[in-house]
């Protein structure tokens, strides 16, 4: 039987819990009313806002690659999470004061491919040192 087929056990159950917890906190965070309106954007910045979209979104996706790790394909992993960025902002343009903006969906993409490969660093580099 191959590891991503392997059954789950409760530790698995466990383990999906820290990204189920910052997803959560992710849409309470879209659910609060901006009472600042958004500046006009003159194309691509990088300020505060985007960090923190890159930054909430990589440990999204790092939480579901440490949760789902052996139990379904990387693919299907970041789709999940750029799927959860675009939701994200379809649940803001219903929020008073809040809008739908794709620069954010792209922000919080690159904080999903980030995490992942940031889980994946951290797993080959747990395995060397465990080795030594």
Not at 27 to 32: E, G, P
Not at 99 to 121: E, Q
Request: charged share 20%; glycine share 6%.
């Amino acid at each position: 039987m191959e590891e991503a087929e392997r059954e789950w056990i409760l530790i698995d159950y466990f383990k999906i819990i820290p990204a189920i917890v910052v997803a959560g906190i992710i849409f309470y965070f879209s659910s609060i009313p901006n009472p600042v309106p958004p500046a006009a954007k003159s194309g691509i910045e990088l300020d505060i806002n985007n960090l923190l979209h890159i930054a909430e979104f990589g440990l999204f996706s790092f939480l579901i690659a440490f949760g789902f790790k052996h139990k379904a394909k990387n693919s299907y992993l970041i789709g999940f999470g750029v799927f959860y960025a675009i939701v994200d902002e379809i649940h803001q343009y219903f929020v008073p004061n809040r809008y739908f903006d794709i620069l954010d969906i792209i922000a919080d993409s690159i904080g999903v491919v980030l995490g992942f490969l940031g889980f994946m660093l951290f797993e080959v580099l747990y395995r060397k040192f465990r080795q030594e």
